[in-house]
């Protein structure tokens, strides 16, 4: 599986993004994608994640609804809908596949992902 990242950017605070991951190859197995980010200094970090079959989300506690994550099987992409976005979401954003079940308990650890894609960066200026 090939995950290519796009639609990052700089952008105000207060404005908006859409990130994009584009999944090529065996996507049938896999089970669900999520969506990372790395700040400067910092470990990287779960933002969301969404099941393939049946679409079930999950959220980081901390965005408090800014962001929404959605995916078109059709075309094998994953989005990511930033809105109100603040300087502290600045970082790299890595979209991530997993071909194992990922439940609350461990979609939000780094292990349980198997591929990873470049990571696309997104600045938000104050």
């Known amino acids: 599986v090939q995950l290519q990242a796009s639609g990052g950017g700089l952008v105000q605070a207060g404005g908006s993004l859409r990130l994009s991951c584009a999944a090529s190859?065996?996507?049938?197995?896999?089970?669900?994608m999520g969506w990372f980010r790395q700040a400067p200094g910092k470990e990287r970090e779960f933002v969301a994640a969404?099941?393939?079959?049946?679409?079930?989300?999950y959220y980081a506690d901390f965005l408090k609804g800014r962001f929404t994550i959605s995916r078109d099987n059709a075309k094998n992409t994953v989005y990511l809908q930033m809105n109100s976005l603040k300087p502290e979401d600045t970082a790299v954003y890595y979209c991530?596949?997993?071909?194992?079940?990922?439940?609350?308990?461990?979609?939000?650890?780094?292990?349980?992902?198997?591929?990873w894609g470049q990571g696309t960066q997104v600045t938000v200026s104050s």
């Open positions: 991530a596949a997993a071909l194992r079940r990922i439940t609350i308990p461990t979609m939000s650890s780094l292990s349980s992902y198997d591929y």
């Open positions: 190859g065996n996507t049938f197995s896999v089970y669900g």
């Open positions: 969404i099941v393939r079959s049946g679409g079930n989300t």
